[in-house]
């Protein structure tokens, strides 16, 4: 019998590909998360801790410049830290997208492979059936020669 081959191969490597490439992407996107998350963290600490430092000033000496000056610079903090959030939610959205796009292509990729496993296993039974049916008819021309001739 004729050795197996899958005729729709060359679908089944190109959806392998875009399934690779689409999971490199989530891998990518993820990445982008963990570090905006990470970015947004460093942001909230640095607020807080010129609030902190301002906080401390205060106590001391009041100096209407330097208060002005600090309320500014936590401002600009806060608005880096808004920034930062607003990054981790775009970060967030476009890992899920990615997410999204992974399934599909596994998904469509794993249509071709179980339509790959049910060729390779139609192709075995018939493979099969046909060795069978030869080992059947050996046995039979055997059985025809040992009789003896009546």
């Known amino acids: 019998m004729k050795r197996f081959r899958f005729r ?3 679908v089944l490597s190109l959806r ?3 399934e690779r490439s689409a999971r490199e992407a989530f891998g990518r996107a993820q990445r982008r998360l963990v570090e905006a ?3 947004r ?3 909230a600490r640095r607020r ?3 609030a902190d430092a301002l906080s401390a000033a205060r106590a001391g000496t009041f100096r209407p410049g330097e208060q002005s000056e600090g309320l500014h610079v936590l401002g600009l903090a806060r608005q880096a830290e808004l920034d930062a959030a607003r990054q981790v939610a775009e970060a967030t959205s476009a890992r899920e997208k990615a997410r999204m ?3 599909a292509a596994r998904s469509r990729l794993q ?3 179980r339509l790959k496993e049910r060729a390779a296993l139609a192709h075995r039974e018939a493979a099969d059936k046909a060795e069978q049916s030869l080992l059947d008819e050996l046995a039979s021309i055997s059985a025809v ?3 003896p001739l009546a």
Request: charged residues 30%; without cysteine; hydrophobic residues 55%.
């Open 8 to 10: 729709l191969e060359s």
């Open 16 to 18: 392998a590909l875009a």
């Open 37 to 39: 998350e990470s970015a």
């Open 41 to 43: 963290d460093v942001a």
């Open 48 to 50: 807080f801790e010129l």
């Open 101 to 103: 796009d992974w399934l």
């Open 111 to 113: 249509v071709v492979e």
């Open 145 to 147: 020669r040992s009789s």
